[in-house]
C-alpha cells in the first residue's frame, strides 16, 4: 500500500476497516471486509457517512485514516480518534481533524468513520440485530483492525489510546463500560463528555424506529439512500436527538454515571475535561431545556452567577455546568475511586484575534490539539496561540506514550484528587483547586435528585 508523504508524515487515507455497509448488510453488524493483495494507493479519504449536511457523504464509509511519522521506526504509541457531532453528523476526514501535528511528534494517529443518524443507530423488530448501536459495533470493528493490522504502520497495538469529543467522547466513555471493547484500548480522554445524559431505552428506541420506517415509507434495506435521508430528516426537524446509542442490553447495559459509579469501567489512565463555554450553534434548544429542567428558582439561579446580567449568558453558563462542567468533575471522581490514574483539565483559553468577540466555545480545544490552522473551524493562530497550543499538544502525547501528561518544561497536571484540576486560560496554565466547585456542588445536588 502506498500512502501520501507530506514533510515528516506518512499518511494512509480511506483505508476499509470492515465491509461496505449496503444491501443485505445495511443494519447489520459490520462484517470483515475482503483482504486485496493489489498493490493501492491511499491518497485520498473516503467519503463521509452519509448525513443530510454533507452532499459526498455515502453508505459505502467504513474507513479510517493513518499518519505516521515518515522514516521513525519502532513501535509507537497509538492514538485513535472518535469524533462527536450528535451522533448524526461529522466526519474523521475534517481537515480540523488532520492527525499530521500528532503524528511528528512520534505517535500513530487513527481518525476513524463510523454510521451516523438512521444507519448508525435505529432500532426496528424487522431488522435482526434489533438493538441498534450500528455506529458503536463499527467503532469497535475499527479498533479490532487497529489491533490486528497498526504494527505494520509501526504502532504498538498494546498501547493505544481512545479518545473522542462530545459523541465521540459518550463512545469511548460507553467503550470503556463494555465488555466487547475494553482490551482494545489501555488509554482513554474524554473531551466535553455529557455524562449524566440519559441514554434511550429499546422501548423509546423502537417507538422512533417506527416513525423513521413509517417516513421512510419503503423497504428497509431497498430503500436509496435518498429516501433514508429524507426519512431522517423529518424525524430531525421534530426532535434532532432522535439517533444515538440504545441500552441494547449487550453493548450497553447502563447509563455512564451509574455505570461508573459502580465501577464497572475499564479501570485505565484517563485525562476529562471541557471547555469553560460549552455553547454551539445548535444548542439553543437543549440550553432552554436545562433550563426548564433545572428545578432552580430564578433568584436562586441569580446568585450561583452574580456576574452575568443577561438571560442569555446566564443561560449558556448554566447549560455549560450543568451538561459538562459538573458531570466531568462527577466521572473524574469516580475514576479516581476505583483507584485508576485521573487528571482533570477546563479549557478556557480563547484564541488572541477572537477575545473581543468570543463565539460559541464548544470543541474549541480541538483546534488546539491537533495543531489546525485556517481550515473550517479553525482560524489563523497568533504566535502565543501556538505556544499554548504546543503545550497542549505535549500533554496529550505524553499522556499517549505512558499513561501520565506530564513532562519537562511542561506546568505540573496534578492527579484529579479532591477538586484538582489543570485550568487552562487566557494568562497561564496551572494545577489548582476548581473556583467553580461550591457552585458544582449546588448543581450536583439538583442533578442527583
Known sequence: MLGAVEGEVASFKGLAYAAPPVGALRWRAPQPTTESSEMRTAYDYGAPCLQPSLQDASEDCLTLNVFRPFGVDGSLPVMVFIHGGGFVSGTANDPLFDGARLAQAGLIV??????????????HAALSDSGGNYGLMDQIAALHWVHDNIAAFGGDPDNVTLLGSDAGATSVALLMLSAQSR???????????????????????????????????????????????????QLLEKSPRSFAPTM??????????????????SRIPLIIGSND???????EID?????????????????????LARNSDLAARFYTDKVFSEPARLL?????????????????????????????????????????????????????????????????????????????????????SG?????????????????????LDRLAGEGSK
Open 332 to 416: 473524574a471522581r469516580l475514576h479516581v475511586a476505583s483507584g485508576a490514574p485521573t487528571f482533570r483539565y477546563r479549557f478556557a483559553y480563547v484564541p488572541e484575534a477572537r477575545r473581543a468577540n468570543p463565539e460559541a466555545g464548544h470543541g474549541r480545544e480541538l483546534q488546539f490539539i491537533f495543531g489546525a490552522e485556517g481550515v473550517p473551524g479553525a482560524g489563523i493562530l497568533s504566535r502565543g496561540d501556538r505556544g499554548l497550543a504546543s503545550r497542549m499538544r505535549a500533554y496529550w502525547i505524553n499522556f499517549a506514550r505512558s499513561g501520565d501528561p506530564n513532562g519537562p518544561d511542561l506546568p505540573r497536571w496534578d492527579t484529579a
Open 287 to 307: 440550553i432552554k431545556k436545562a433550563l426548564a429542567s433545572s428545578g432552580i428558582p430564578s433568584d436562586e439561579l441569580r446568585k450561583l452567577y452574580p456576574d
Open 277 to 283: 463555554d460549552e455553547t454551539g450553534l445548535d444548542d
Open 248 to 265: 441494547d442490553g449487550r453493548l450497553v447495559t447502563e447509563d455512564l454515571a451509574p455505570g461508573f459509579t459502580a465501577g464497572r469501567q
Open 419 to 439: 477538586d484538582r484540576l489543570l485550568l487552562i486560560t487566557n494568562d497561564r496554565i496551572a494545577s489548582g483547586d476548581d473556583p467553580l466547585a461550591e457552585r
Open 110 to 123: 487513527v481518525t476513524v468513520n463510523y454510521r451516523l443518524g438512521a444507519l448508525g443507530w435505529i432500532v
Open 183 to 233: 482490551d482494545l484500548f489501555q488509554k482513554a480522554i474524554l473531551q466535553s463528555v455529557p455524562a449524566r445524559a440519559r441514554l434511550r431505552s429499546v422501548q423509546e428506541a423502537e417507538a422512533i424506529g417506527r416513525q423513521f420506517v413509517a417516513a421512510l415509507g419503503a423497504d428497509l434495506r431497498a430503500a436509496e439512500p435518498r429516501r433514508v435521508l429524507a426519512a431522517e430528516r
